[in-house]
């Protein structure tokens, strides 16, 4: 749940291209928005992730997110369009 929930708010962005810190802080705000978001602290651990830093790491290693040549990350554009016609039939 809180991988799905990462990536979606990730396709939700309109420009997101930065360091692994700054998105992992960037989903870590969203958590924070509500009680019992999928992205809270609480239902992190309940997952078995540490942090948002370690969704960052799980997306990359899935290939949603890949680097630059700069070293920043962004998102996979298949993936995301992909992902953005999905929730648009929804």
């Known amino acids: 749940m809180a991988l799905g929930s990462a990536w979606r708010e990730l396709?939700?962005?309109t420009e997101?291209?930065?360091d692994p810190e700054t998105i992992s802080d960037l989903l870590a705000l969203a958590g924070a928005?509500?009680?019992g978001h999928p992205?809270?602290?609480s239902h992190l651990r309940e997952e078995g992730y540490v942090s948002t830093a370690d969704l960052v790491e799980v997306l990359r290693?899935?290939?949603a997110l890949v680097p630059r040549t700069d070293g920043k990350l962004e998102r996979e554009s298949v993936l995301m369009n992909a992902t953005r016609r999905m929730e648009r039939s929804r």
Do not use: K, N, P
């Open 39 to 41: 992205l809270s602290e």
């Open 61 to 63: 290693t899935l290939g």
């Open 33 to 35: 928005e509500e009680e």
């Open 16 to 18: 997101i291209a930065d």
């Open 11 to 13: 396709v939700r962005l």
